[in-house]
């Protein structure tokens, strides 16, 4: 079946560094792919998202390019803040179905 | 828009208590989506309706877990009998039913039985 697998947490960063959280898929057909955020104590928000191949998707400064080559969607940032500590979800949704499939999430803490 | 809106925000109870947790997805949104996360087990889908008909079930734990979505502006989940290992946050999400479309998350149950 469909899945999502990403490196397990977890990051820590200072600020200001470059941030990669690496997110890899398996999926019939062409799925959508999504990055989700969760904040601490709330729901989780997309942060970006690409519906084929070789879209990138970016928002606040993250950015994700969709390779259908090696099945991969990691998210970028170049200059990572306190503020963005969070958990981040790398999903997909795939054929004809609005089921998103989640990965087990990372956590990244940023230190000043 | 006021988004996804869950209630409570919070519930304690006690084991055998029956829990019901409401969502009022967003106006326009054809799909709704309940979910459980825990440390153990993360994110995990329970139930999907698609113009409040039950889609797939097949992530609710057992019997003592039940859906409702009377009409496409109110859905429920209800527990009854709670135990201890329902402790969880339970997420309402919503979307547009179209290929590709966003999830909108409800900002969560955190619900503690004891």
């Known amino acids: 079946g469909d899945s999502v697998t990403q490196m397990e947490g977890p990051v820590t960063l200072s600020e200001e560094a470059f941030l990669t959280i690496n997110c890899t898929y398996t999926?019939?057909?062409?799925?959508?792919l999504f990055w989700y955020v969760q904040y601490p104590g709330e729901g989780l928000q997309l942060l970006l998202k690409?519906?084929?191949?070789?879209d990138k998707g970016s928002n606040k400064g993250f950015e994700a390019t969709y390779r259908k080559e090696t099945t991969s969607f990691h998210l970028e940032k170049g200059s990572v803040q306190v503020s963005d500590s969070a958990v981040y979800f790398c999903?997909?949704?795939?054929?004809?179905?609005?089921?998103?499939?989640f990965g087990a999430g990372t956590r990244l803490a940023v230190h000043p | 828009d006021a988004g996804v809106i869950q209630s409570p925000r919070h519930e304690v109870t006690e084991m055998g208590q029956e829990v019901t947790l409401r969502c009022k997805p967003i106006?326009?949104?054809?799909?709704l989506f309940w979910y459980r996360q825990t440390m153990m087990r993360g994110l995990e889908l329970l139930i999907y309706?698609?113009?409040?008909?039950?889609?797939?079930d097949s992530g609710m734990p057992e019997d003592r877990f039940s859906a409702k979505m009377p009409n496409a502006s109110f859905s429920t989940l209800k527990i009854q009998p709670s135990e201890p290992r329902d402790s969880a946050v339970y997420f309402c999400a919503s979307q547009r039913n179209q290929q590709g479309e966003t999830q909108y998350f409800g900002p969560g149950t955190r619900l503690l039985v004891l």
């Open positions: 106006s326009g949104h054809n799909s």
């Open positions: 309706f698609n113009n409040n008909v039950p889609i797939d």
């Open positions: 999926a019939t057909g062409y799925p959508s």
């Open positions: 690409a519906t084929k191949a070789d």
């Open positions: 999903a997909l949704i795939s054929g004809g179905y609005n089921k998103l499939i």
